[in-house]
């Protein structure tokens, strides 16, 4: 197995952290003729945006790269739905979001 571009920056062996089949999804994006963009650093972030904002003639795929100890919100917890999204994270407490219906009222 080869060292990849996503794999963590204290990796030693590409078999010891990483998961065993991880695609490039760059270079799958690219393969179908659409544009990739890889972040890895919070700011790169905007300039990605923009740059898929101003690529306007083909689709572009975003691969954000994101440490595994970091906490990225909002969030849904897995087998949860939107309406469970979590959008704040303290030591205390989690902010979880409530659908409105169309009257307005929260469920």
């Known amino acids: 197995m080869r060292y990849r571009i996503s ?4 990796c030693n062996s ?6 065993e089949y991880t ?7 690219q393969s179908y003729g659409v544009r990739g963009i890889r972040v890895t650093k919070e700011e790169e972030i905007l300039p990605a945006l923009e740059a ?3 690529t ?3 689709p572009t795929l975003i691969e954000f790269i994101i440490e595994p100890e970091e906490n990225v919100l909002p969030i849904v917890s897995p087998g949860k ?3 469970g999204m979590i959008l704040d994270y303290d ?3 989690l902010t979880v ?3 409105t219906s169309s009257t307005g009222s929260t469920t």
Do not use: G
Not at 7 to 10: R, S
Not at 23 to 29: E, G, M, N, Y
């Open 7 to 10: 794999c963590m920056k204290n």
């Open 14 to 19: 590409p078999a010891a952290c990483c998961p």
């Open 23 to 29: 695609p490039d999804f760059i270079s799958l994006a």
């Open 52 to 54: 898929a904002r101003d």
């Open 56 to 58: 306007l003639k083909i």
């Open 81 to 83: 739905a939107l309406d």
């Open 91 to 93: 030591s205390n407490r």
């Open 97 to 99: 979001s409530r659908s």
